[in-house]
């Protein structure tokens, strides 16, 4: 669970989590907050790393796998501290795993009525029909990071995940595809989030239609023998 200052949230996103699937372990990595979001999740019974400053939810991210992958754990699932994921829902991503190694929960395949307009929406749609070329399956929502790994994807993000802005979506499934990785969807409803700042609003549209075309760019750009190394079949 990625969070930077989401002390009015996370604690409540914890408790969720640990209600709907009570033997889980639960790792908030704080990236790097000026609040009380460490306290607040200790409190609330997870596990915290916290980072010395802020990387971003893809260095916070790879934090996480790395953590998984020295203590043996076979899935890791991203639940965003902000509450607009439904830890219900967790559990059918878990068991797709038993037939995928990355699993997606997606926003626009279905289930409730989350909206995007504008140039935001533009560059899911457009994104959406590029990745779902390279991952060889349909895909709606590829900037969802309500998302599954299974034991492979783990080994390969542990040292892979993309630090960069849009990266850890978009990049991650690049190299997730690229990789050999068989990545599937499963429709969700997502809701509103409880706290904190959202990370866009209306005014920053434009720029997150350039940065999402760019952050495709430097995926494809990088070769994909990069990512291969220590990953089991």
């Known amino acids: ?11 409540d996103v914890v408790r969720e989590v640990f209600t709907a699937l009570p033997e889980v372990t639960v790792l908030v990595v704080d990236d790097g907050s000026t609040d009380r979001t460490a306290e607040v ?3 609330a019974g997870a596990l915290v790393a916290s980072l ?10 790879r934090t996480g796998f790395r953590y998984a992958q020295e203590r043996g754990f076979e899935a890791v699932v991203q639940v965003d501290a902000d509450g607009q994921h439904e830890p219900s829902n967790v559990q059918g991503l878990l068991d ?3 037939e995928s190694d990355l699993v997606l929960g997606a926003r626009f395949a279905g289930e409730g009525n989350y909206k995007a307009r504008g ?17 060889r399956t349909h895909l709606t929502d590829t900037t969802s990071g309500f998302r599954a790994s299974g034991p492979r ?19 991650a499934l690049v190299i997730a595809s690229r990789s050999g990785l068989k990545i599937r969807q499963l429709p969700v409803a997502m809701r509103s989030r409880r706290g904190g700042v959202p990370s866009h609003n209306p005014l920053r549209s434009a720029a997150y239609l350039m940065r999402a075309v760019l952050a495709l760019l430097f995926a494809y750009i990088r070769p994909p023998s990069t990512y291969r190394e220590g990953l089991t079949e």
Do not use: K
Request: glycine share 8%.
């Open 1 to 11: 669970m990625p969070a930077l200052n989401e002390e009015f949230s996370v604690g």
């Open 41 to 43: 999740a200790r409190q």
């Open 52 to 61: 010395p400053y802020n990387l971003g939810v893809g260095g916070a991210m």
């Open 96 to 98: 797709a795993l038993d």
């Open 119 to 135: 140039p935001r929406r533009w560059a899911m749609v457009c994104l959406a029909a590029v990745l779902s070329r390279t991952a």
């Open 153 to 171: 994807a783990i080994a390969l993000f542990a040292r892979h995940y993309p630090a960069e802005y849009l990266g850890d979506t978009i990049e």
